[in-house]
């Protein structure tokens, strides 16, 4: 069992950064894959990227790759989004989510835990 949080979100301006974290508690963390997503009112939950227990692999959506980095730290049991060169279309509430599966994925029913999300809002 797994409980994720996050925090971080805000309020930024467009060309701006803002870092999300995603602190885990429960046991055995460091054996979870860790994946974001964003969810706009109205639409479907969206992948935003994903990362190995280790974090040695990433992967990212088509629509974040090259401006946002997903990194752990298993000593601290937390996952980060780094986003830069945030745009206004990039404002959404993201979530951490969790699975134990052997490979990247990025289906919202793979993932077994949530956190509750945390919104960002990007200004024009």
């Known amino acids: 069992q797994v409980q994720l949080v996050e925090s971080g979100g805000g309020l930024v301006q467009a060309g701006g950064s803002l870092t999300l974290s995603c602190v885990a508690s429960?046991?055995?963390?460091?054996?979870?894959?860790v994946g974001w997503f964003r969810q706009v009112p109205g639409k479907e939950r969206e992948f935003v990227g994903t990362?190995?227990?280790?974090?040695?692999?990433?992967f990212y959506g088509d629509s974040v790759r090259g401006r946002f980095t997903i990194s752990r730290d298993n000593a601290k049991n937390t996952v980060y989004l780094q986003m830069n060169s945030l745009k206004p279309e990039d404002t959404a509430v993201y979530y951490c989510?969790?699975?134990?599966?052997?490979?990247?994925?990025?289906?919202?029913?793979?993932?077994?835990?949530w956190g509750q999300g945390t919104q960002v809002t990007v200004s024009s």
């Open positions: 989510a969790a699975r134990t599966g052997l490979t990247h994925s990025r289906t919202v029913t793979a993932y077994d835990y």
């Open positions: 429960g046991r055995s963390f460091n054996t979870y894959r």
């Open positions: 990362i190995f227990y280790r974090g040695d692999s990433t």
